[in-house]
Nanobody, 115 residues
Framework: HVELVESGGGLVQPGGSLELSCEAS????????MAWFRQAPGKERELVAS???????DYLDTVKGRFTISKDNAKRTISLQMNSLRHEDTAVYYCYARLGADEWWGQGTQVTVSS
């Protein structure tokens, strides 16, 4: 079992920035695929950004150029730097990890973009 603990959510004004972090209970080097998902009220959960063991990244079209996902294997963490935040980025953000057929989710952290 892998535990994922998110931190860094909060309230921010439009145009502002936040950085989310997710700490894993095992080495992130072992977790071949890690990602951030989000779920807004009344909407389905969607993939925001992902990163592989080889640090290959992918992003939801609406966050490209604004969000950056990164991984620090020494700290067992992945991060999501979010810039130029918009009202529509408001959601609960979840950390996700997959290894083979096993997958794990964090508990989620709320991000609210509001003036």
């Amino acid at each position: 079992h892998v535990e994922l603990v998110e931190s860094g959510g909060g309230l921010v004004q439009p145009g502002g920035s936040l950085e989310l972090s997710c700490e894993a209970s095992i080495s992130t080097f072992m977790l071949r695929y890690m990602a951030w998902f989000r779920q807004a009220p009344g909407k389905e959960r969607e993939l925001v950004a992902s990163i592989t063991t080889g640090h290959i990244t992918d992003y939801l079209d609406t966050v490209k150029g604004r969000f950056t996902i990164s991984k620090d294997n020494a700290k067992r963490t992945i991060s999501l730097q979010m810039n130029s935040l918009r009202h529509e980025d408001t959601a609960v953000y979840y950390c996700y990890a997959r290894l083979g057929a096993d997958e794990w989710w964090g508990q989620g952290t709320q991000v609210t973009v509001s003036s």
